[in-house]
């Protein structure tokens, strides 16, 4: 990295401690500026311009935070690593939510700053030239990088999108990201589970209808292809889509046109389509189940999304993103559980039993105790359960909100029932129009 010389500009009030960074980078070749406080910095940045900053927290005059609100406000293509002295989660929390790249317990081993160092590095081309550059993305692993990298590169470009990776790593967040990071914003994002619709309805589904064009059709449905017209189509599940729709969807990607059933004319329109699966394309390519053209024309980017074991660095970052802004913490052993656990749910999980660890402390600090992790072989290699099986090992009620029992239970019913919306109404003892509410809720369909 020495060919080019970044300049880093380190904030610090304990001369030693920026001594110690400053003779680490030097002997990288990075120009290093050392000062001693916020308003010490801020002088500087408005003097020349700096590749990085990394700052300590507590800081008399202006403290880390205070100076990274500023960075991120007139220098928000900055990144900065804030250092703290001993690992207080709601330091973390604050500097995370203004915007840190990354955080280092001091004194940072070497190794440590080094990779925290050309993390941040690697990150600043993609940081700034999207707002923000996708901060809904929490993560700071070299995997999520480049999975930022590619949201702003498909933010920018106009082709279609395939996002894959398991359950739960976040497949909607991105595409969901790629839309309102993209010139489509303004326009709309309209969500379509393939594995819920049923299949007989395909047509009217993705065409529309005019009123009387068969039993049923009372007045004229507009279709998910002109909803999303002059946006963005997410196409979720999309294994579960049968060949022939598959051939329907391919024409409709190539030319635009739209002919409602039962209408006259067509009419074209301009989507974007990006589609997400938790399946190996390849397999499915290999065994029939996937065409090969559709997926070719869908690729544009692929992003493939890492598991959650694949980057536990991330797991701090995510468990303390996931307790909110309250002044809670964890203990030691409960992080470091974190840390171990398998996740086979992912992210997901994560959130859901950092959600009912935070219910079962009742505000206090998070213990071991909190985490229900039972369900979970801490002690295996990590492997989890594979992906499709992922759900059914978990128990429903084991660190699941009631919302995403609900969820599960109404994706499973409408699973049982081959997308009948009557049938798995009667099998989940609700009615129609109930089911029909709550799958608008969890947007389980367009
Ligand atoms: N990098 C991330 N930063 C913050 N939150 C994340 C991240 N990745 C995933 N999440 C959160 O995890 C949860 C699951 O993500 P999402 O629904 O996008 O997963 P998915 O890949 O679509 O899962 P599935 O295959 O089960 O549909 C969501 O609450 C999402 O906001
Ligand atoms: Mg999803």
């Given at each position: 990295m020495s060919f080019v010389s970044h300049r880093i500009l380190i904030v610090d009030d304990e001369r030693s401690a920026s001594d110690y960074l400053r003779v680490l980078l030097e002997e990288r070749d990075f120009e290093v500026r050392t000062t001693a406080n916020g308003i010490e910095a801020l002088i500087a940045l408005e003097n020349q311009s700096y590749d990085l900053v990394i700052s300590d927290?507590?800081?008399?005059?202006?403290?880390g935070l205070e100076l990274l609100e500023h960075l991120k406000d007139r220098w928000p293509e900055v990144p900065a690593i804030m250092l703290t002295a001993n690992e207080s989660v709601e330091d973390v929390v604050g500097a995370i939510q203004l915007g840190a790249i990354n955080y280092l317990v001091k004194p940072a081993s070497p190794a440590s700053l080094s990779s925290a160092v050309d993390k941040a590095l690697v990150s600043r081309p993609f940081r700034g030239e999207v707002s923000g550059?996708?901060?809904?993305?929490?993560g700071a692993s070299k995997a999520i990088l480049e999975v930022r990298h590619k949201v702003v590169m498909a933010a920018r470009s106009d082709v279609h999108i395939l996002v894959t990776g398991?359950?739960?790593?976040g497949k909607e967040l991105v595409s969901r990201a790629i839309h309102s990071h993209?010139?489509?914003?303004?326009g709309p994002f309209i969500a379509h589970n393939c594995a819920l619709a049923p299949t007989e309805l395909f047509e009217s589904e993705f065409f529309g209808h005019r009123k009387g064009?068969?039993?049923?059709?009372?007045r004229d449905h507009e279709g998910l292809l002109r909803q999303a017209d002059g946006g963005v189509l997410f196409l979720d599940?999309?294994?579960?889509?049968?060949m022939p729709h598959q051939a329907k969807l391919l024409r409709v990607i190539d030319d635009g046109e739209v002919r409602p059933v039962g209408a006259e004319k067509s009419q074209v329109v301009s989507v974007r389509f990006v589609a997400a699966t938790n399946r190996d394309p390849r397999p499915m390519m290999a065994d029939g189940s996937l065409r090969d053209d559709l997926y070719y024309r869908l690729r544009g980017i692929e992003i493939n999304l890492p598991t959650l074991r694949e980057r536990r660095e991330d797991i701090p970052l995510l468990a303390v993103h996931f307790l909110?802004?309250?002044a809670l913490e964890f203990s030691t052993e409960a992080m470091e559980a974190l840390t171990r656990?398998?996740?086979?749910?992912?992210v997901r999980q994560l959130r859901n039993i950092v959600q009912g660890a935070k219910a079962a402390s009742g505000g206090a600090r998070i213990t071991l105790?909190?985490?229900?992790?039972?369900?979970?072989?801490?002690?295996?290699?990590?492997?989890?359960?594979?992906l499709e099986t992922a759900a059914a090992a978990?128990?429903?009620?084991?660190?699941?909100s009631l919302r995403e029992v609900e969820r599960r239970a109404i994706v499973q019913a409408l699973e049982d029932c081959s997308g009948n919306r009557t049938r798995a109404a009667k099998l989940l003892d609700i009615d129609r129009s109930t089911l029909r509410r709550k799958i608008q809720e969890y947007g389980l369909e367009g």
């Open positions: 927290i507590r800081m008399p005059q202006m403290d550059a996708v901060p809904e993305l929490i398991d359950t739960g790593t993209s010139s489509l914003s303004t064009s068969f039993t049923g059709a009372d599940e999309l294994e579960t889509m049968t909110g802004d309250d656990a398998p996740w086979p749910g992912n105790t909190h985490l229900s992790l039972e369900t979970m072989d801490l002690d295996g290699e990590g492997a989890g359960a594979p978990v128990p429903l009620s084991r660190g699941l």
